[in-house]
C-alpha cells in the first residue's frame, strides 16, 4: 500500500463508528491542509517579517 494510502486509513480508524460521510472529509481535508502548510514552511517558504504569502 502507497503511505498516502496507510495514512487516510489511519485517520478513517481514529474516526467514531458513527462518524457521518461530511466529518470524515472535514477531517481529511483538514489534515491535507496541514500537512500542506507544513510542507510549505519545510520547503523555507514561510512567511517573513511583515510579509504573508
Do not use: C, W
Amino acid at each position: 500500500m502507497t503511505k498516502v494510502k496507510e495514512n487516510l486509513i489511519k485517520i478513517i480508524e481514529k474516526m467514531p463508528d458513527n462518524a457521518a460521510f461530511e466529518d470524515i472529509m472535514a477531517r481529511l481535508y483538514f489534515v491535507h491542509k496541514v500537512n500542506k502548510g507544513l510542507q510549505y514552511l519545510d520547503d523555507s517558504k514561510g512567511f517573513r517579517s511583515g510579509i504573508i504569502h
